[in-house]
């Protein structure tokens, strides 16, 4: 039998396996152990002689129910571990609706686009460029930033950022100003890549074991429906105002709403 610890006045469980009575572990007339193999230089962990009853043919030791005590497992009762996490997965995900709203938002209005903003095909495609070039390296930068600063102070930053992008955005059509709309682009862009990796890495903070991969996959399920409600509603606001402005203005809108999402996930995560 195997014996971790044996105290009975602390009322100590004692977990052991099966001992028959023909077990050389005990004395056939004393009932107490005998000299075991032990490892050399461990004599003096060797625990203490128990006594026990003098057995016969019926006798067992049978094993006891080890307590969480003992097995150092205690009950969790943090927000992660309830159903609280699902309510944290519905509000995370939104945060990075708005991001892929406005990412394509240029796309299906293209053509009104550049007689609008009186834009080459070069220009027009530089829209796209002047936030893809930046994420190159600076999420690396951005990652260890996040890390830093913490997750959750990191979430409302990026959020931030890419509001405040599709604001200037949207602005520089009132104005008419192409360097303006590529100012505003680049913030969208520093914000929007980052926002997403930090994302994920609070969703494995809730989720754990097999939860991981559902969270992840209707975080990228909604940014896929985001994508595509960009490119169907986009004309038909354009349809309906006559301009760049209404669509432009939902965009900042739907990223305001992300943004905000986003302190609520920074004051949920800090009861987690």
Not at 19 to 24: D, I, K, L
Not at 148 to 171: D, S
């Amino acid at each position: 039998a195997e014996y971790m610890g044996y105290n009975s006045q602390m009322n100590c469980k004692i977990v052991s396996q099966i001992v028959r009575t023909e077990s050389p572990l005990l004395h056939p007339q004393g009932g107490s152990l005998e000299n075991s193999q032990i490892e050399p230089g461990a004599s003096e962990k060797r625990p203490p002689d128990i006594n026990l009853p003098s057995p016969n043919e019926n006798t067992r030791i049978l094993p006891l129910q080890s307590s969480k005590s003992v097995d150092f497992v205690m009950k969790d009762d943090t927000l992660a571990n309830s159903g609280w996490r699902f309510l944290f997965l519905a509000v995370v995900i939104t945060v990075s609706f708005g991001c892929y709203f406005c990412l394509g938002i240029p796309a299906p209005i293209e053509k009104e686009f550049k007689q609008v903003m009186s834009l080459s095909s070069t220009q027009f495609q530089l829209l796209y460029s002047c936030q893809s070039w930046p994420n190159i390296f600076l999420p690396l930068l951005f990652g260890f930033l996040a890390d830093k600063i913490g997750h959750r102070q990191a979430i409302v930053i990026f959020a931030t950022m890419v509001t405040i992008g599709q604001g200037i955005f949207a602005l520089s059509i009132n104005l008419q100003s192409f360097y303006l709309a590529i100012l505003g682009r680049i913030i969208f862009g520093l914000g929007g890549v980052s926002l997403k990796v930090v994302a994920y890495s609070l969703e494995a903070f809730w989720f754990k074991g097999k939860e991981i991969a559902l969270a992840m996959s209707l975080d990228t399920c909604l940014c896929s429906v985001a994508i595509s409600l960009n490119t169907e509603l986009m004309p038909r606001f354009l349809a309906i105002s006559g301009g760049l402005s209404l669509g432009l203005t939902m965009g900042f809108v739907i990223c305001l709403f992300s943004m905000f999402a986003g302190i609520a996930t920074y004051f949920i995560d800090r009861h987690r």
